[in-house]
């Protein structure tokens, strides 16, 4: 202990200021009204166009470090600005801008038997402090996503994206004040220290919640080190599991595009699950087409019994995330054992079972413990967007408060709200 | 570090064996029929009738032991059961089988363009660890709402409500085996070794969330110490503001009520907020009936201007929960004033206004940050029964999942779910 927090006072970024700072700037913004906000999410996208010079230089440095810092080409090219991805930036700010104002909505309200009108109203959650990696553009993208819900925000990026984040965040807080709201509405933390991300996760008097996007590691020190509520995008290790009597050929497309089409995402399949009964008709052919897109197959002994040459599938395999085109597969004997499966190795992200048995599909539903659990769909429809919600702030694999796609609605509450015309309590009645 | 595990480890209590056999009750709690449910509510009622006599001779023990410890009369008084009171604890539980079952409700479905069918289903948290202190009715009420929204409970009541938990848990986790439901459906921790409730708030594998019940010290320890999501019910320093042009009549009905018809309870009146211009019409002849009712008044400058003979309030009166007959009275000059008041010193519990002014009305339910806000009515009322949800866990003062009184559907989330026929995602597009 102490010693991050002289480091932090070194490093002469005073966080409790800041978080102090978008305190207040939080009132501005939960009174401020939808036409308002989506007046600053339209300065903002136009600040991002109109300050491509800076940001761009900003960048530019930010890339050279990382190149000699010999990062790996993909960590450098998610790091990299072009005036394309400045303008798909503005885009997801505009298209925020677009989408309802989920604040001050009244979800509900009742009559009680005294005359008293009970309702829920929706409300900003406060202060938002998000904790990311290397890609830039999640800071416009949060950004908006808290202007429209109400909220304050702090970012905090990845040390290797510092000088763009800190151009970019700075850009957009200037922008908000054309539309007169507060420029602490935003902030991004201008200091790679990692005491910083310590010092945060203890400002639970100052900050609500706290949203960390990244790899696992990232995640497990957010979760430990935190005195502020998480709600954390853990991994993904997605099922798809193809039933007895299932329409084979849609299997085959389900499957295949959950594994190939974007392998390097959380929500691609990661383990194929197929009932005994069609294992022999369908593996053959469906591993061969994988093996032509390049994917490399581990399987349980019944899968290898079926599909000579693929190596073993370990325990291990069952519940790793491989992020890559790599897929383990396993045969069961019955539907409960693929639930079993399912409920032992998988991540909670999301699941998918392929059948054309009705009362297995609803049970599929009904039992799965997960994010999003689809029936004959691909797991990678998991997606704000795709759900139709708009821009996402990530995904939920945790129960309490957002499980799943978190959009707006996600980063609001509910309070009660309540009409009388002079209602008092009795207790003895 | 290590001392409570091996502690834990001599008392013979295996809190890891007990979460785990409540993990696995969890999924046959999870597909349970509300019927079953609800005949599992009735025979935990019947149960808790028919086994009164261990079950109170077990009480007699704890009320013996806490009388020779010499605890104050109303805490003996709130561990103490008699008939009436076990009464009225299955009547509670019956209430509860009369409530509708918020598991495996869809709170919505709409169509993708693509065809997809997207929607949100109600389903259990999966463990709730409840944590609280004394009286013995929250055993039963708590694995009531746990079971009916599907969620197996651990509860870990006082160490001086020991044994009369440990019997009352006995007797109700034996009667849900009647109707087929495990016994591990709850479970009460049979040991008043502290070391347990440091082990309990490790086990994030197998406990979804902590609600801890009882005093400040407790919701900090708990809080402090928990690697899972905790949702407490916290202080209620609550405010009742009279409104400049208020009918003063209904003021006062309201404030007294607030103030003295239950001081005890979270809910009641802390603070009184006075607009200047109604300060002296109303104040003085408030203030005497509150005299009359045995209230200590604290004042503001200004309210011992108007009302001779009060004593001061000082800044910490602003800050604290009596929960007695003491009310702190401040006279502020505007209505920004008042909402500037309750921003810095309110818990976010309850606030209440009296007013006939629309426009304030309005601004007061948006703007004040509070589990329930009020017009015209009286903080009181702030309870689960009263606003139509029936029996409640708690009063959440978080923002997180819940916010003010907590009833079944808080004990659930929401997953997505997704019905297709064969749609598969092109993220080209």
Known sequence: MGGWRERLAMSGCDLRAMARAARAANQALARATGEKKNAALRAMAKAILDSHEPILAANAEDVAAATSEAHPPAFVDRLTLTVPRLEAMARGLRQIAELPDPVGEITGMWRRPNGLQVGR????????????????????????????????????????????????????????????LPEASLAVVPTPDRAVVKEMLQL??????????????????????????????????CHTYVDAGADLATAAEIAYNAKVERPGVCNAMETLLVHAEVAAAFLPGFVERLGRAGVEVRGCAKTRALVPGIRPATEEDWGTEYLDLVLSIRVVESFEEALAHIARHGSGLAEAIVTADHGRAMRFLREVDAGAVFVNASTRFTDGSEFGMGAEMGISTQKLHARGPMGLTELTCQKFIVLGDGQVRDSRT
Chains 1, 2 share one sequence.
């Open 204 to 237: 639970h008097h100052l900050i609500d919640l706290i949203i960390p996007r990244g790899g696992e590691e990232l995640i497990r020190a957010v979760r430990e080190g935190s005195t502020i509520p998480v709600i954390a995008h853990d991994k993904g290790v």
């Open 121 to 180: 109203m929706r409300v900003p959650l406060g202060v938002i402090g998000v904790i990311y990696e290397s890609r830039p553009n999640v800071t416009a993208d949060a950004a908006g996503l808290c202007l429209k819900s109400g909220n304050a925000v702090i970012l905090r990026g990845g040390r290797e994206a510092l000088r763009t984040n800190t151009a970019i965040g700075g850009i957009l807080a200037a922008s908000v004040t054309s539309v007169g």
